[in-house]
């Protein structure tokens, strides 16, 4: 073979293997998110576009940013990453969380996502979007709500890692930590 179609073909070669090279980081750096096959729709993260509005119900008077919304054909699926966090069972104030994302994912774009999921460091949580996980977070803000206008809240002193945040530390008489 002549000197230029070595070249030629030495140099096909190489574009392809740096093209896998790059599609193959990118599947991980989309698996390591813990995103589902779809479009990113929404990123509040910065890693894909700039970061959008928060999302905002007036009728139940909540606004929130998940970290991502994939479309995946015509649902809509909000996405939490909690990177630091690991855990056999998801959270139930996370499942909360992603339960009002998809809230505001109904609100906003008249779509009713089917489920959201919860990344954790090592694991990943579909959390199915159901009429009973719906009632348990207006339930969840309805009780929030009423505690805003109590002038005596019992604090909650079940986590001493909370406590230790906590920005009324100093002063409280019942810390843990």
């Known amino acids: ?48 576009q700039e970061c959008p509005k928060p999302l905002f119900s007036r009728r139940h008077l909540l606004t929130g940013k998940p970290d991502y919304i994939v479309a995946r054909g015509e649902y809509l699926i909000p996405v939490e990453v909690k990177p630091t966090r690991s855990a056999a069972r998801p959270y139930p104030s996370d499942v909360l969380q992603l339960a009002a994302y998809c809230l505001l994912i109904e609100e906003n774009y008249d779509r009713i996502p089917p489920y959201g999921i919860l990344r954790y460091q090592t694991s990943t949580f579909p959390i199915e979007w159901t009429p009973d996980l719906r009632r348990r977070l207006l339930v969840s803000m309805e009780e929030m709500r009423s505690d805003l206008l109590r002038e005596d809240v019992v604090p909650s002193h079940e986590s001493p890692g909370r406590c230790r945040a906590c920005g009324h530390r100093d002063h409280c008489q019942e810390r843990l930590a």
């Not at 190489?14 to 193959?24: F, H, T």
């Not at 980081?25 to 698996?31: A, I, N, P, V």
């Open 1 to 48: 073979m002549p000197p230029p179609v070595i070249a030629l073909l030495c140099c096909s070669a190489l574009l392809l293997l740096v093209g896998g090279l790059l599609v193959w980081r990118g599947r991980r750096r989309w698996t390591g998110a813990g995103l589902p096959r779809g479009k990113v729709v929404y990123d509040d993260t910065g890693a894909w």
